[in-house]
């Protein structure tokens, strides 16, 4: 088809131009010392997305569900426990890899759509005397759902019952578009992929650990070959991997991290805070329920909206796919059919987002759902235009 591609599925995201054209250019002696100044270039940078001074910075070829592994085989040990908060599909496949690996994972389920309890967290740490929880496994956003829990709460919960467990962050649909300060919220592990706010194709696992992660590395005892930390922090010293990496993609992250560093990373989540309330606006002028419970959980990288009743979410997005070749985000484990996703993270602006809207709002109309049509394109602009002189706060 003509025109500009649409993508909005909550990741991957659209890859801009400018990351395109750097993962074109020939590759490199992975060895060289051209090499050398990229990785210690991109790591760097990586530092900055994820606000620390103090982590260590780690990348893999891979994706977020080998992240996932990474942290768990290289903080535990098979019969360790720990506590999974699961408040939706991506929550509960992260507890799943701890299990397989032999881990004790005693699971703190939340009704899907709300935010993890950092009350209930605090309330079970202070009834392990003994401290045999090691960790607490926490997704930021939970991308099924489109909600975002608060992870400097969690920390204040831990802290609150002087409790050591490690806490062990799933940052994949909120690096680059949500703040993430993984010192100030004392994080130990914060594990990511690049195709999401980091504006890359899929193909990385990316991790930035803390010294008391580091120090639990060492006497940890899941079996461990490639996602070995210490090979690749011992690599990363002489400038190079102990694999060979994905060249083509550290160059396209060399690319994003300059546009983000452009824009100025406050300006970033900024930009996806008001897109993510013009689309939340426009979604309720359509009669549609959002699905988090919560206003002050609202993901701002994607936006969940429950499917009226009696018709099927899955059948919608098929439609949607086949009306205006627009890829929308089905609903995932025990709420497929039940909802679809608006991806708006990225590399989006305000055009790209009201053209997304026209394409759901004629989608939903000529699917038999009653909404007025027109009415959330005019909620949307409406928002954009009372914002438009803080387009950027800084």
């Known amino acids: ?128 005397q003994e401290r045999q929880i090691k960790a607490v496994l926490v997704v930021q956003t939970e991308t099924s759902t489109g909600v975002t829990s608060n992870l400097a709460e969690i920390r204040k919960a831990m802290d609150a019952a002087a409790h050591p467990a490690l806490l062990l962050a799933d ?77 083509a993609l550290l160059f396209g992250l060399s690319e994003s991290l300059k546009m983000l560093s452009e824009e100025g990373l406050q300006n970033v989540f900024h930009r996806h805070a008001r897109l993510a309330e013009a689309c939340r606006r426009a979604v309720e002028a359509m009669n549609l329920k959002l699905f988090p419970r919560n206003p002050a959980e609202y993901s701002n990288t994607l936006t969940a909206i429950a499917m009226p009743h009696g018709l099927d979410a899955d059948a919608f997005i098929d439609h949607t796919l086949k009306l205006v070749d627009l890829p929308l985000g089905k609903g995932l484990g025990k709420v497929k059919g039940k909802l679809f996703r608006i991806g708006h993270l990225g590399s989006l602006n305000e055009l790209e987002l009201l053209g997304v809207l026209a394409g759901i709002e004629m989608a939903l109309k000529s699917f038999a759902v009653k909404i007025p049509l027109g009415a959330g394109l005019a909620a949307a602009e409406t928002y954009l235009l009372e914002t438009s002189d803080r387009r950027s706060p800084l």
């Open 1 to 128: 088809m003509s025109g500009r591609s649409f993508l909005q599925i909550p990741g991957p995201s659209l890859v801009p131009e400018r990351v395109v054209r750097a993962m074109s250019q020939p590759l490199i002696d992975h060895r060289g010392p051209q090499f050398a100044a990229l990785q210690r270039e991109v790591t760097s940078g990586l530092k900055e997305i994820f606000q620390t001074v103090e982590g260590r910075v780690l990348l893999f070829p891979g994706s977020g569900t080998g992240a996932w592994e990474c942290c768990i085989v290289n903080t535990l040990s098979p019969g360790d426990k720990v506590l999974g908060c699961v408040n939706g599909h991506f929550s509960d496949l992260f507890c799943k890899t701890a299990t397989a690996h032999g881990i004790d994972v005693e699971r703190l389920e939340v009704e899907y759509g709300a935010g993890v309890p950092a009350e209930q967290i605090e309330e079970r740490l202070r009834r392990d």
């Open 171 to 247: 940052v994949v649909s909120s690096l680059g578009c949500s703040d993430l300060r993984f010192d100030e919220w004392k994080l130990d592990v914060a594990l990511t992929a690049p195709q999401k706010g980091l504006m890359l194709p899929p193909g990385m696992a990316l991790l930035a650990v803390s010294e008391k992660a580091l120090e639990a590395n060492r006497s940890a005892k899941c079996p461990r070959s490639f996602w070995d930390w210490r090979q690749v922090l011992e690599s990363n010293a002489a400038g190079h991997f102990p694999y060979t990496p994905a060249t």
